[in-house]
Each structure stands twice: as C-alpha cells, then as structure tokens.
C-alpha cells in the first residue's frame, strides 16, 4: 500500500521546485573591454506613464569590479538592459544598453528563463558612439547656499537620470562625453548627499529645468534657474 502522504510530499516538493528563482549571470564590458564596475543590469519593462511611453527597470543587479553581475528572478521572460554606472565614462555610450549591441528597446529579444535555471555568460558590450559636450550655468541659488546638483535624463523611453555632477561655487557645470539626443536637464539644491544617481537634497529645496538638443559637437551657454522646488 502507498501511504497517502506521499502524492502530498510530491506536490509540495513540485511547488518549491517551481518557485526556485532562475539565475542569469554575465559580465558588462565597454567597448575597450573594461569592465563597466557599478553600472546596474536590470529588467525592462514598457509602461503608460501620464500619457506616454516609459522604460521602467525593475529587478536589478549590480556589475562588480570584474565586470560579473548575477541576477535571480522568478520564471518568466524578461528584457534585459543595463543602466548606467555612478560617474562619468570616458567616451560617450548610450543607456540603457540591451544585448546583442542593441540600444533599441523595441528590438530587443527578451531572455526566457525556467525556474531553478542557471544562465551563464549573459553578456553585454557598450558600444562607443559620437561624444557631445554640455556647459552651462545654474542661477539664482541662495548666497552661502549648499551645493547644487545637476541631472541629465532623456526626454524618451528611459526617464531616470543618466549623470549627475555637482555645479561649481559659480553655478557652472560641464556634461562630457554625451551621445546626441534630446535631453532635460534638472537643476536640484541644496544637495546633501546622492544615491544612485539622485540627489538628497535639504530644505528649502530649490530646482529648475531646461530642454536640451544635443547635435552639435558642443553645446554651452545654458542656463537654468531655481526656484522654489514644488512640495
């Protein structure tokens, strides 16, 4: 005789089975071959935010100092992208940047995992395209007021900021190495400190943007101006 537990055990061992996570791994390289340490591999998702067309990333790995990322994720298929690192690379590469040296969302194929699967050797190579320079100035900040923080973000697709530096004592700041593209750029102040690419900003915050069309090889003389940030 079977004992009657044993059908349970196996439904339940089948049920964890299902839930083990998949695993993808690989290495993030720039078109040098260096690895691209501290930049994110993340899932992308397409969604309607306020009318339009965003690129949300979701799940998110870091990239280490090797240039390996491991990522688990539930069964499923997924578009994978990678975001970029926290400073300044020294050429001109476009985010986010998917497999198969594609820049193209909609191009993408998606990566299907099985739930308990290892996927190695998931790797990704940032191409080098044309570089751009932006200088301008922020104005109208406090006197003996804090530092200001300046964030350039695409006007397309992916909307979280691609860099971030800080203004110097004048208000003026310098963006090298920036692929063509319309862009905005935010002005943010007092900051205070900065996580992932955004600022913590203290009180009373202050912030101004401005729109920016990149083609040119330099584009300078912008000018933003604070004001006082919405609550």
């Known amino acids: ?11 339940a061992f089948a049920f964890a089975a299902a839930a083990q996570p998949a695993t993808i791994t690989g290495r993030v390289f720039d078109v040098y071959h260096r690895p691209v340490r501290a930049a994110r591999v993340a899932t992308m998702e397409q969604q309607l935010v306020r009318g ?25 298929r997924y578009v994978l992208a990678v ?4 400073y300044a690379m020294d050429h001109a ?17 998606p990566t299907e995992v099985t739930a308990g699967e290892l996927r190695p050797f998931t790797d990704f190579l940032l191409l080098e395209v044309e570089s751009h320079r932006l ?53 943010v102040g007092p900051v205070v400190g900065v996580m992932a690419l955004r600022p913590v900003l203290g009180t009373p915050a202050q912030s101004g943007a401005v729109h920016v069309e990149v083609a040119a090889p330099e584009v300078s003389g912008i000018q933003i101006h604070l004001r006082p940030a919405p609550r």
């Open 93 to 109: 590469t476009v985010f986010p940047a998917y497999l198969n040296d594609n820049v193209d969302f909609a191009k993408t194929q």
């Open 83 to 86: 975001l970029p690192p926290p």
């Open 52 to 76: 339009k067309q965003r690129l949300i990333p979701g799940a998110q790995a870091a990239v280490d100092d090797s240039g390996m990322y491991r990522l688990p994720l539930p069964a499923g």
């Open 135 to 187: 200088a301008g100035q922020v104005e109208g900040a406090p006197k003996g007021w804090g530092p200001v923080g300046v964030l350039l973000k695409s006007e397309i697709g992916y909307t979280e900021p691609l860099r971030a530096v800080e203004a110097d004592s004048r208000g003026r700041f310098v963006f090298d190495h920036i692929p063509a593209g319309s862009y905005e750029l935010n002005a």
């Open 1 to 11: 005789m079977i004992p009657r537990h044993i059908p349970l055990a196996c439904a």
